[in-house]
């Protein structure tokens, strides 16, 4: 059966289905239909199935609202939001969960983040010699300065500081349209409409079909990291599908590593469908979730302070 909403299908599959059980003169019950009661049986089917043809006829493109996603967010010079998170530790297989509060500016490229557990960090390539200041909210009270793809800020974090903001969706995105090339449809699923907290969404599954890993061979200067991200690839399953190396840094020249061939196996979008900003993004592999980022309360291109984005904001305690 074609791909139609979950409704449709439940309700022609049970017309179908169903068999109408009648009683002769001696009151056993017989598994075929009463004869009176087939015209109006093919009716229904009848008119289920003109539904359905319409409703194709009418569904929605979907490279038309990625394509929307993507200069919605491309645009976006500043942004607030605040974004939960599942993450899975590859090590135990448990789920990291928490929530943070995020200021972003595109140009110059500026992030203030602070967890629910009340550290802050403030980070800009071109500030604080690229180091991201910390403050956290116990001890060492006093700022650290922490390089943003080091141990102490990568460690069991499926993202470094550099993926804040929108862009990180659409670059997703734009990838994930490359290598789908002529196969678009059979790589991008469109699931149909629903409501996600408060907002009427789209629900768009992106699919890799032949998802595996292939070997590759480390060269001079690259990280896992570098690597990762010149072929669109999620850096922490990257690493994690290599146990012969302990960090991203762990790496040499002419090392051999297994690279995922896609982004994920699948990756579940919600789209708000009056915004078309992302609400929701899931990340499956083999075993299930593996990580999903849930955003709200965005509010984009806000006037921040002039000194948002540094120390002496009034709102910060660095």
């Known amino acids: 059966m074609p791909n139609l909403p979950r409704a449709i299908r439940a309700t022609i599959s049970d017309t179908m289905n169903k068999k109408l059980k009648v009683s002769d003169e001696n009151g056993w019950h017989r598994d075929w239909s009463d004869i009176n009661r087939l015209p109006v049986t093919l009716a229904a089917v009848f008119c289920l199935v003109m539904y359905v043809f319409a409703a194709i006829g009418q569904s929605v493109d979907t490279r038309s609202i990625l394509n929307g996603v993507i200069t919605k967010t491309d645009a976006i010079n500043r942004v607030s939001y605040r974004l939960s998170y599942r993450e899975r530790v590859y090590e135990n297989g448990k789920m990291r969960t928490g929530s943070s509060d995020i200021r972003y500016q595109k140009s110059p490229r500026r992030v203030y983040i602070k967890t629910d557990n009340g550290t802050e960090l403030l980070w800009g390539p071109d500030m604080n010699e690229g180091d991201v200041l910390v403050h956290p909210p116990s001890f ?7 390089n943003p793809d080091g141990y102490w800020m990568r460690k069991d974090q499926h993202h470094g500081i550099e993926d804040v903001g929108f862009d990180y969706v659409s670059s997703l995105l734009k990838a994930a349209i490359i290598r789908a090339g002529d196969n678009f449809s059979s790589h991008f699923l469109y699931k149909g409409e629903l409501t996600y907290g408060s907002a009427a ?23 896992v990291i570098t690597i990762a991200r010149s072929h669109s690839l999620n850096e922490y399953m990257t690493l994690k599908h290599n146990p012969q190396i302990s960090s991203y840094s762990d790496v040499k020249a002419g090392q051999s590593l297994l690279l995922p061939s896609d982004f994920a196996p699948r990756v579940i979008l919600y789209i708000d469908k ?15 979730v593996f990580e999903e980022y849930v955003y709200q309360d965005v509010n984009v291109n806000p006037n921040f302070n002039p000194n948002e984005f540094t120390k002496d904001c009034k709102d910060y305690r660095f």
């Open 201 to 223: 969404c789209y629900e768009i599954d992106i699919v890799a079909i032949d998802f595996g890993y292939k070997p590759y061979v480390v060269k001079k200067g690259e990280t």
């Open 140 to 146: 060492p009270y006093f700022n650290l300065n922490l």
């Open 274 to 288: 009056q915004t078309l900003f992302p609400v929701l993004l899931r990340v499956e592999d083999e075993k299930g």
